[in-house]
């Protein structure tokens, strides 16, 4: 069956509630899991004719540190488990783009991820990473919601 489990999360609750079930289903088949999250390429946002700007090396460090934490989670809850767990920070991609070549990169055969399940206005404003990763991926792709 699935031999390497491909655990995407953004550290939110919901996200972590897949993990633990990506976990689980690792754990019952016995397959290996890499988790990763992924950090937005950093922007300047334009506002009338003053640029206002996060310095980079802010958004860098920042960026990072919240990676550590967020994938630090779901290795704890692999641990726990007793399940071996790789990480992968992926920065300057946005969401969907960045799990699918991880996807690819690592060797995985499904990827675990949550949707928030934004309907409506919220989903065309703010667009959904999983509908995205659904529609772009060639493994198959468990979302949790």
């Not at 920070?89 to 499904?110: R, V, W």
């Not at 675990?112 to 309907?119: F, T, Y």
């Amino acid at each position: 069956m699935f031999k390497h489990i491909l655990i995407a999360t953004d550290g939110s609750d919901l996200a972590e509630r897949a993990a633990a079930q990506g976990v689980g289903l690792a754990k019952v088949l016995n397959a290996k899991v890499t988790a990763v999250t992924v950090t937005e390429p950093w922007t300047a946002f334009l506002a009338g004719d003053a640029a206002i700007a996060f310095p980079f090396d802010e958004y860098d460090k920042g960026a990072a540190a919240n990676a550590a934490r967020i994938l630090a989670a779901t290795s704890e809850i692999a641990k726990k488990q007793d399940v071996a767990c790789a990480t992968a920070h992926i920065k300057d991609q946005f969401p969907a783009e960045g799990i699918i070549a991880t996807c690819t990169s690592h060797g995985c055969d499904l990827i675990v991820m949550a949707s928030h399940g934004r309907r409506g206005l919220a989903k065309l404003l703010l667009g959904s990473q999983a509908t995205k990763v659904l529609t772009m991926s060639s493994v198959p792709v468990l979302v949790c919601r």
